[in-house]
């Protein structure tokens, strides 16, 4: 499973916020800091103000913050609010059928994959993603000095 751009960039987006929480973030700020694009961001911030996860601010002064503490944002709900269609091949789409629907057990064999995958993400939440050590190597390079 390959997960769209636009929920790399959410994931991102989260983290970002979840290591400058003492202050409001712009669209340009993190666009600059991950150079990616600062329109393509608008659209994913705006997504995840619908989806509860950030709350933004219009105006000076303004800018995003997260709407939940991070203990509170599983990353599994990131992806499947972010994720246009979850459906690895066509005949696990809503309202597909195949030739082979009945007769072939890939379906379900990718079907169980999935739900494997999911139950590792909803299993982690955006505080344990900022926690490792690991990550506090790069912390120092997306986190704004205050």
């Known amino acids: 499973m390959r997960l769209t751009l636009h929920t790399d960039y959410a994931l991102r987006v989260l983290l970002y916020l979840g290591l400058n929480q003492s ?18 961001l608008v659209k994913v911030v705006h997504r995840l103000g619908q989806g509860g996860f950030v709350t933004t601010v219009r105006g000076k002064g303004g800018g995003l913050v997260l709407a939940r503490s991070p ?15 979850m459906a ?6 809503a309202g597909q059928s195949c030739l082979l629907t009945g007769a072939c057990r890939l379906q379900h ?14 299993r982690q939440t955006l505080a344990d993603l900022l926690a490792p050590p690991e990550f506090s190597k790069l912390a120092g390079r997306l986190k704004v000095p205050e």
Do not use: K, P, W
């Not at 202050?23 to 393509?40: G, K, L, T, V, W």
């Not at 203990?71 to 269609?85: H, K, T």
């Open 23 to 40: 202050r409001r973030a712009s669209i340009r700020e993190i666009a600059e800091r991950y150079q990616i694009s600062e329109n393509h």
């Open 71 to 85: 203990d509170d944002i599983r990353v599994g709900d990131v992806v499947r609010f972010a994720e246009e269609d």
């Open 88 to 93: 690895l091949v066509a005949c696990l789409q």
């Open 109 to 122: 064999v990718l079907g169980d994959a999935l739900e494997a995958f999911m139950a590792v993400l909803d």
